[in-house]
């Protein structure tokens, strides 16, 4: 069996990354890895499927064990990505999603230059801010913020493998399939399947 792939995603929020992820996610070959965070669950959300919920000490034992693969500080709480658990699923074959910001995100592609790195973006930032004001839930200092934000992210794009404009939902799922695809037809994950085709040659 072949080894999963690792695969980073990240996007500003509005971009729609959710509802992609959501879609892919039905198909069981890839695992969504579940982040660990020190920060209390909200309500609703459920320790093993939201987060990971630990203790500081549980967290500071892991980052120094070297058991995380990235992690971050952030509004005074760790937030990191296990990397035991991800090579344990790519062993079995799983290709691991993870679903982190864009400083998680670079740690993770200098650590694992094999990391399929993916960004997906709005059609353009007025887009974006029509999004964002469409949820209508969010106050204009609020919207302003994420757009500052959203700004931020996206000029880190670029050091991403792939790049994925969420225009129409389908479109930007049929992109993440092409990309996954690909990336699975890579020679150096053939091994196995030159060996079988020259068997008994
Ligand atoms: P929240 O507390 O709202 O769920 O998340 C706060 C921030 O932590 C978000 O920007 C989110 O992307 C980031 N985050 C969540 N999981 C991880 C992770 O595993 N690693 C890193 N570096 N950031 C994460």
């Known amino acids: 069996m072949n080894k999963g792939l690792l695969i980073v995603v990240s996007a500003p929020s509005g971009c729609g990354k959710g509802t992609i992820l959501k879609e892919i996610l039905k198909d069981e070959r890839f695992y969504y890895s579940v982040s660990a965070t020190t920060r209390d669950p909200r309500e ?12 500081r000490e549980k967290f500071e034992q892991l980052v120094s064990e070297n058991i995380m ?8 709480n ?3 990505t296990r ?5 344990e699923m790519r062993n079995k074959g799983k290709d691991v999603i993870l679903e982190i910001e864009v400083q998680g995100a670079m740690n993770v592609m200098k650590k694992c230059p094999d990391a399929v790195s993916i960004f ?3 059609p353009s930032v007025k887009e974006l801010e029509r999004r964002l004001r469409k949820r209508g839930t969010e106050e204009e200092e609020v919207i302003a913020e994420r757009l500052s934000k959203a700004l931020d992210e996206i000029s880190h794009a670029n050091q991403y493998k792939y790049i ?8 930007a799922i049929d992109d993440f399939r ?3 695809k690909a990336e699975r037809l ?9 060996d079988e085709v020259v068997k008994n040659a």
């Open 69 to 76: 693969l990235e992690h971050a500080e952030y509004c005074n």
């Open 120 to 122: 997906i973006l709005p």
């Open 44 to 55: 609703g959300e459920i320790d093993g499927v939201h987060y990971r919920f630990y203790s």
């Open 78 to 80: 760790y937030y990191g």
């Open 164 to 171: 994925i404009v969420n225009n129409a939902l389908e479109d």
């Open 186 to 194: 890579k020679a150096e994950y053939a091994g196995e399947i030159l």
């Open 178 to 180: 092409a990309v996954i």
């Open 83 to 87: 990397g035991d658990i991800v090579e």
